[in-house]
């Protein structure tokens, strides 16, 4: 089945950190860029973080430049999220998402699949 | 603050066409293909329209989406009550950042 499984979300105080996997199975991970997208409680889609196909470009949201790290292990068909200094304002269900397009050398809002997500919230 | 300006909400009932404007600027609906989305209750968001105006399979020839200038529409023909959800556009910024519209609840009356 195609599909892709978001994993490490949880409660954490602000300043800490977190990592967040995505697994996918079913189709070739490694033809694919790879992205991040959250959604706060009640709110509208914020994209968080991409990466392509070879890691060869990797580019984030201003919200997150500097303290989020994305990654992938495509021997492992895995996607990552390394989430430092957590702020409340992190708290939101996310995303892991496949670009609909093959091999890009950079991103696009093509979405074509998506996990069921894993909620993260930052509280003291 | 959302990037692309949306309605927050539309509405329609059975039978009805309902369209969803998406407004942006020359930096990302201008320049780029638009991307709508959309999230029924409880549910991941899916793949509604690609690059502007095509469906990806097995998506009803009701939903159409076009773009003139900096503003995009999404176009639901045919209204059925199974379509109540919300919708988003997205667009690939040329500032270096996919963003997204607010979204747009529709309610089938």
């Known amino acids: 089945e195609v599909q892709l499984v978001e994993s490490g979300g949880g409660l954490v105080q602000p300043g800490r950190s977190l990592t967040l996997s995505c697994a996918a199975s079913?189709?070739?991970?490694?033809?694919?860029?790879m992205y991040w997208v959250r959604q706060s409680p009640g709110k509208g889609l914020e994209w968080v973080a991409g990466?392509?196909?070879?890691?060869?470009?990797?580019g984030y949201a201003d919200s997150v430049k500097g303290r989020f790290t994305i990654s992938r292990d495509n021997a492992k068909n895995s996607l990552y999220l390394k989430m430092n200094s957590l702020r409340f304002e992190d708290t939101a269900l996310y995303y892991c998402?496949?670009?609909?397009?093959?091999?890009?050398?950079?991103?696009?809002?093509?979405?074509?699949?998506w996990g069921l997500g894993t909620m993260v919230s930052v509280s003291s | 603050q959302s990037v692309l300006t949306q309605p927050p909400s539309a509405s329609g009932t059975p039978g009805q066409t309902v369209t969803i404007s998406c407004s942006g600027s020359?930096?990302?609906?201008?320049?780029?293909?638009v991307f709508w989305y959309q999230q029924l209750p409880g549910t991941a968001p899916k793949l509604l329209i690609y690059?502007?105006?095509q469906r990806p399979s097995g998506v009803p020839d009701r939903f159409s989406g076009s773009k003139s200038g900096t503003s995009a529409s999404l176009a639901i023909s045919g209204l059925h009550s199974e379509d109540e959800g919300d919708y988003f556009c997205?667009?690939?910024?040329?500032?270096?950042?996919?963003?997204f519209g607010g979204g747009t609840k529709l309610t089938v009356l």
């Open positions: 998402a496949r670009d609909l397009y093959y091999e890009t050398t950079g991103f696009n809002a093509a979405f074509d699949l």
């Open positions: 079913g189709f070739i991970f490694q033809d694919h860029a």
């Open positions: 990466i392509t196909w070879n890691s060869g470009t990797i």
């Open positions: 020359t930096s990302n609906v201008g320049s780029n293909s």
């Open positions: 690059r502007t105006n």
């Open positions: 997205a667009v690939w910024d040329d500032s270096l950042s996919v963003v």
